[in-house]
């Protein structure tokens, strides 16, 4: 069990049987009557946000969370195919779990995967990922000194934003926190 004063920011704690997490939280001790805790709140399972009142001192649940290291095998129909890498078990992971972490996910990448009372919850991408560029526009001689930019798809289906000097067939660095352009990758 957490106390309130045990809050803070990622902290991840169960209500009604549900897993959150804290996004934030502000604690209030007013001239007259009680202290409180104000927090926002993210539903791990819906994504929904709750803003909720605690008071002072009151107690709230530990979820059952298990964080398990997976690789993404491939995709069939609307599931993923993640493999246990400890005990090589296939486990059918519905696409809507991942939202828009889905457009960086190559076949073979080792992933973390949150799993409340045996089913996954939220998968975690390793921070970079290299992608080949499959589709973009040539840039244009002479138009870099502005600094502009193009949109690229990669090999997975994403588009992102990329300098004009990136061309096809090439390799790129991206962050999967924010989906940018790093780097471009040397062969």
Same mark, same amino acid.
């Given at each position: 069990?957490?106390?309130?004063?045990?809050?803070?920011?990622?902290?991840?704690?169960?209500?009604?049987?549900?897993?959150?997490?804290?996004?934030?939280?502000?604690?209030?001790?007013?001239?007259?009557g009680?202290?409180?805790?104000?927090?926002?709140?993210?539903?791990?399972?819906?994504?929904?946000?709750?803003?909720?009142?605690?008071?002072?001192?009151?107690?709230?649940?530990?979820?059952?969370?298990?964080?398990?290291h997976?690789?993404?095998?491939? %995709?069939?129909? @609307?599931?993923?195919?993640?493999? &246990?890498?400890?005990?090589?078990?296939?486990? *059918?992971?519905? #696409? $809507?779990?991942?939202?828009?972490?889905?457009?960086?996910?190559k076949?073979?990448?080792?992933?973390?995967?949150?799993?409340?009372?045996?089913?996954?919850?939220?998968?975690?991408?390793?921070?970079?990922v290299e992608?080949?560029? %499959?589709?973009? @526009?040539?840039?244009?001689?002479? &138009?870099?000194?502005?600094?502009?930019?193009? *949109?690229?798809? #990669? $090999?997975?289906?994403?588009?992102?934003?990329?300098?004009?000097?990136?061309?096809?067939?090439?390799?790129?660095?991206?962050?999967?926190?924010?989906?940018?352009?790093?780097?471009?990758?040397?062969?």
């Amino acid at each position: 069990m957490y106390d309130t004063s045990d809050f803070r920011n990622g902290l991840k704690i169960e209500l009604d049987g549900v897993p959150f997490e804290i996004v934030e939280f502000l604690h209030v001790k007013p001239g007259k009557g009680g202290a409180f805790v104000r927090t926002k709140m993210k539903n791990m399972q819906t994504g929904a946000v709750l803003s909720k009142t605690f008071r002072a001192g009151e107690k709230v649940g530990k979820p059952e969370l298990q964080d398990r290291h997976m690789q993404f095998l491939y %995709s069939q129909g @609307d599931d993923l195919i993640l493999m &246990d890498l400890d005990t090589y078990d296939q486990i *059918p992971v519905p #696409v $809507e779990k991942l939202g828009d972490k889905r457009l960086f996910l190559k076949e073979d990448m080792e992933i973390d995967v949150l799993f409340y009372k045996g089913e996954a919850i939220s998968i975690e991408l390793p921070i970079f990922v290299e992608l080949e560029i %499959s589709h973009t @526009d040539p840039g244009l001689r002479g &138009d870099t000194a502005s600094g502009g930019s193009k *949109p690229a798809t #990669v $090999e997975t289906g994403a588009v992102i934003q990329v300098p004009l000097f990136i061309t096809e067939g090439e390799k790129v660095r991206i962050d999967t926190r924010t989906g940018e352009y790093i780097t471009r990758v040397k062969k």
